[in-house]
């Protein structure tokens, strides 16, 4: 699968032949960013919480990027759904926020769980820019320490592509299916996004909520929310704004079963 380039022009983005290109990069530069749900992202902030930081770097109309979209959705839940030892992001060059989204909905059925950056609403663009990133997709992983580890992990056939190269760096697989921590019972459709996250945070599930307790590591409660004095449904959300940054457990309570799961709070 060969990359393509984009040349940015000021009449606007055109297309060239095959590249191979990587970031110019090899000690990463900070950066805030507004992903497609309007959640805040800060590079350095997800580094020196101690996760590595996975970018995939794409455009709505590449072809590669198209074809290598869901190997990086796949990985993404084969480590752990944001919750473990790598954060997962998408930088977009070039589109809106719709246009990721329209993206995101025709090439992997809905969100793919991670946050999406599109280039013109989200700041996607001064991103791609700033790592001198010419070819797409290009995908890279940032140490907690900053340095760019690998700056283009290519060519990709697929989800365990991403595992040999995180393997070299002592990065197991970590399935979502088995952050949630202790001994539990299924809770069928739980859903918890997103994760990380800064504000608000939704829970759901296909049965009716009956209990959402906030704790941290050490078994501190912080938030109690509970069907006296909140209409649940299959749905609902907290803010956790007011909350430090750091690693929580959110334990739910539906139609009988519970479940508790990892949120980290950045």
């Not at 999406?116 to 010419?134: C, P, R």
């Not at 365990?160 to 539990?184: A, D, K, R, W, Y």
């Not at 909520?209 to 959300?237: P, Q, Y």
Request: charged share 15%.
């Amino acid at each position: 699968m060969k990359k393509l380039l984009l040349v940015m022009l000021t009449v606007g983005f055109f297309l060239t032949g095959k590249v191979s290109a990587q970031t110019t990069l090899t000690q990463a530069v900070d950066f805030t960013v507004t992903d497609v749900n309007g959640d805040v992202h800060n590079l350095f902030d997800i580094l020196n919480a101690g996760q590595y930081v996975c970018m995939d770097f794409f455009f709505t109309t590449c072809p590669p990027c198209i074809a290598t979209s869901p190997y990086y959705r796949d990985t993404y839940q084969n480590f752990g759904c944001n919750t473990e030892d790598i954060f997962f992001i998408a930088m977009d060059v070039g589109d809106t926020d719709a246009e990721v989204i329209a993206y995101e909905n025709s090439v992997l059925g809905g969100s793919p769980g991670y946050p999406s950056v599109s280039g013109i609403d989200g700041g996607g663009n001064a991103v791609v820019s700033a790592y001198g990133v010419g070819a797409f997709p290009t995908y890279i992983l940032i140490a907690p320490n900053k340095n760019i580890v690998e700056t283009d992990m290519w060519p990709i056939a697929n989800a365990t592509t991403f595992t040999t190269f995180f393997g070299t760096h002592g990065l197991n697989p970590v399935p979502c299916s088995t952050v949630g921590i202790g001994e539990q019972n299924a809770i069928s459709g739980f859903s918890i996004f997103p994760n990380p996250a800064t504000g608000k945070v939704s829970v759901s599930a296909d049965t009716e909520l009956e209990s959402v307790r906030i704790f941290d590591v050490a078994g501190k409660l912080w938030m109690d929310l509970n069907t006296s004095n909140e209409n649940f449904g299959k749905a609902t959300a907290f803010d956790i704004a007011e909350l430090p940054a750091g690693v929580y457990l959110v334990e739910v309570i539906s139609g009988g079963a519970s479940v508790k799961s990892r949120l980290v709070k950045m």
